[in-house]
């Protein structure tokens, strides 16, 4: 069993997708663990602001599946892939991390970059796993935090779950 990180962000219908993400990651991946929700402007393009937040979870699936199990809920909310990297999304799942696994293969990424060039990854995570460990940094998710150097403009939102 492995501890994963996802990150999850939405700026078409939100509040929407983000309950539909959630749902669907819990009927794949059984209890998860949330953090609060932000939200942030639009990064690499103009749109309206995003909606994100980390999930946590524990998985016997392979990083490779999970990734597979990722696209898959993605495809069944309406993701669409233009191929642009930065657009609006209705949503957007990503494997941050897998347990201590540090592995680069094409279309897989782990831990994921975005991790230590966004706010909007990394301080969910510093929320939720404050004293976890970076892979590759070595440094944990709160310090990384506290050094962070990029934008912190982000707003923490009260979201109803139920």
């Known amino acids: 069993?492995?501890?994963?990180?996802?990150?999850?962000?939405?700026?078409?219908e939100r509040d929407r997708n983000l309950h539909n993400a959630v749902a669907a990651l819990r009927a794949r991946f059984g209890n998860l663990r949330l953090s609060p929700?932000?939200?942030?402007?639009?990064?690499?393009?103009?749109?309206?602001?995003?909606?994100?937040?980390?999930?946590?979870f524990e998985t016997a699936l392979a990083p490779d599946e999970v990734s597979a199990a990722l696209k898959g809920i993605e495809?069944?909310?309406?993701?669409?892939?233009?191929?642009?990297?930065f657009a609006p999304r209705a949503i957007d799942i990503d494997l941050l991390t897998y347990g201590d696994l540090s592995l680069h293969e094409p279309g897989l990424e782990i831990p994921r970059d975005e991790i230590l060039k966004y706010a909007f990854v990394l301080?969910?995570?510093?929320?939720?796993?404050?004293?976890?460990?970076?892979?590759?940094?070595?440094?944990?998710?709160?310090?990384?935090?506290?050094e962070f150097k990029g934008d912190k403009s982000l707003t923490e939102v009260p979201f109803d779950w139920s």
Do not use: C
């Not at 932000?38 to 999930?55: K, S």
């Not at 510093?126 to 935090?145: E, N, R």
């Open 1 to 12: 069993m492995a501890w994963v990180w996802v990150s999850i962000g939405s700026n078409i």
């Open 37 to 56: 929700v932000y939200e942030t402007t639009a990064v690499g393009f103009v749109g309206n602001p995003f909606y994100n937040l980390a999930a946590g």
């Open 75 to 85: 495809d069944s909310l309406g993701r669409q892939r233009t191929g642009k990297r």
């Open 123 to 146: 301080k969910p995570l510093a929320d939720m796993a404050p004293g976890g460990i970076h892979p590759v940094a070595g440094k944990s998710y709160a310090a990384l935090w506290q």
